[in-house]
């Protein structure tokens, strides 16, 4: 009697579980299955809010778990989506080696995240704790070690008998963006190759593929001197759904077809790029938006329905009747989750206690007052400019001295210090230059105006400016020789044509290496302390008649 009714019980949770969700027995025919995709990518140590109340983990929280609610209440399912690069930006999260960042990413319940180039900027051990530290997998089919992928390739997630297949891509210029040590014995194969093989691998395996990628995306594939993005893969392999894409930090709407909406305004409608029957999304950077895909899969149609960025707390700046300027946000306000803030809030007040830590000392003055860094080579500019050289192995640097905002005194000294004198968080660029445009731009800088914040500081190069003309430069030793190629570094704000200088974000050469200048300079204090003011005196180098 006993084994009959066990018997018939089995047998009805058997057929119950049959009918609702037998993994791997592919989805059911003629049921409609509702799949969102979230999904946020270049977060770079972005867990707490900004200045202004934007962005971090804590708003993020609330919105995700919102929409969560909504799509299940509806009968769908939700997939968390990241498209990597989630260290590296903030010195509160960079000096805790992004803890705070990959702990909230947990909380979140994200399902899986592409490795990006960042996740490559400290030492390995780093990478591997955070790894260990988090429930969902970090993917990356190309990334090789001793000949073997060092990471899961795909994951496939079954959702009531529906089969969804996530893969990893990361960057093959990862190779060239972070430093060597880091990278020995890994290699970064073809994106492309790679997937060749692994997407028809993964549609065996899932009725929807989905690549988690952190390549770029490209306006109408045009990479340049960079390794191949989102567009490019889609059109040369067959086969993918959805690319969730990061690297270049933009958002992916589109004006028309293969032109990205460069204007688009927080809280607009957003257009997705498509290309070769893969939709393409990326949602900026630093966690200003959720991405939120809602799509229906039916009978092996795989349909978007509905595409949103959705800003989190983003600000515009108003003037009010009185002249003055105030923000407001974009969109309705997010509050922020409780657990999130629970979590995260003892890991930014430790983060900021960190800033007041010794990281070195200088013997005397590196002089970054405004009055002389405008109007005349000044030692803290050169310092500035030495310490971007070191970490992206240019020949020289251009310093707007706008972007210099204080001295060092002689003594020890603080990351706190290193962020009065760069407080604006701006990216390292390098442009790779022929002689003859190394001569146009040191022309074009050469003019700006004494006491102003344009006004060019240069260290790496000797130069003789004559009537705001460069009739001398020297670098490493020689002439300045047109058939040579040089490497220049500066800064972000300059290279986007900020203070009127020459618009480099369009040179093929181009690459925004993402570090942040402050941490660039704390690095290389720490690195060649006790400083020797004298060793970064301009002297004669720049000479102005
Ligand atoms: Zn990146």
């Known amino acids: 009697m006993h084994l009959i009714k066990s018997t018939l019980t089995l047998a009805a949770v058997l057929a119950l579980w049959g009918c609702a969700n037998t993994p791997g027995a592919g989805p059911q025919k003629d049921k409609t299955y509702y799949l969102t995709i979230l999904h946020t990518n270049d977060h770079h140590g972005r867990f707490w809010k900004n200045g202004d109340g934007e962005y971090g983990m804590a708003a993020r929280k609330t919105l995700i778990d919102q929409i969560r609610g ?54 390995l051990s780093v990478l591997r704790s955070q790894r260990a530290m988090v429930q969902f997998p970090m993917l990356a089919a190309n990334i090789y070690e001793g000949g073997k992928r060092m990471f899961e390739p795909y994951k496939v997630f079954d959702i009531d008998g529906l089969r969804v297949g996530v893969m990893g891509l ?90 990205v909406d460069k204007a688009y305004v927080p809280g607009a409608d957003c257009k997705p790029d498509r290309q070769n029957g893969a939709w393409i999304v990326q949602a900026h950077e630093w966690g200003k938006y959720v991405g939120r895909a809602d799509f229906e899969y039916r009978n092996g149609e795989f349909k978007l329905v509905k595409y949103a960025l959705i800003p989190v707390n983003l600000m515009k700046s108003v003037k009010g009747a009185d002249g003055k300027s105030s923000k407001v946000p974009y ?113 074009a800088v050469a003019k700006m105006s004494v006491g102003s914040g344009a006004f060019a500081q240069f260290a790496g190069i000797r130069l003789v400016i004559t009537g705001g003309n460069v009739t001398s430069a020297t670098i490493n030793g020689a002439p300045l020789d047109n058939n040579k190629t040089y490497r220049m570094v500066v800064n972000k704000f300059s290279a986007e044509g900020g203070d009127g200088y020459p618009k480099l974000t369009d040179h093929k050469s181009y690459v925004d290496t993402g570090y942040v200048d402050a941490d660039v300079l704390r690095a290389y204090v720490s690195a060649k302390s006790p400083l020797k003011a004298a060793d970064y005196e301009p002297g004669d180098a720049v000479v102005r008649r």
């Open 331 to 443: 969109t309705e306000l997010i509050a922020e989750d409780k657990d999130m803030l629970a979590l995260l809030k003892p890991y930014q007040d430790f983060g900021q206690q960190k800033l007041l830590v010794e990281i070195g000392s200088t013997d005397g003055k590196l002089e970054g007052d405004r009055a002389v860094v405008r109007s005349k080579p000044a030692s803290m500019a050169v310092l500035i400019g030495q310490a971007m050289m070191d970490k992206t192995k240019a020949d020289f640097a251009v310093v707007n001295a706008g972007g210099v905002r204080d001295s060092f005194a002689p003594g020890k000294l603080t990351y706190k210090d290193v962020l009065k004198v760069q407080p604006f968080g701006n990216t390292t660029v390098t442009v790779d230059l022929s002689g003859k445009e190394v001569m146009d731009y040191l022309n």
């Open 170 to 259: 990361t960057t093959e210029d990862t190779r060239k963006m972070v430093s060597p040590e880091n990278i020995k014995g890994i290699e970064f194969r073809n994106v492309i190759a790679e997937a060749r093989q692994v997407v028809p691998e993964l549609r065996g395996k899932a009725d929807i593929v989905i690549a988690a990628t952190h390549m770029g995306h490209y306006e109408n594939g045009n990479h340049g001197t960079q390794s191949e993005g989102d567009v490019e893969m889609a059109r040369a392999v067959k086969g993918i759904d959805l690319i969730v894409g990061g690297h270049t930090q933009n958002p992916v709407c589109m004006k028309a077809e293969n032109v």
């Open 70 to 123: 909504e799509v299940s209440l509806a009968g769908g399912h939700t997939l968390l989506l990241d498209g990597g690069d989630v260290n590296t930006g903030v010195p509160e999260s960079d000096l805790q080696d992004a803890v705070p960042d990959f702990k909230g990413m947990d909380l979140l319940r994200y399902d899986a995240m592409a490795v990006g180039n960042h996740e490559f900027d400290k030492p």
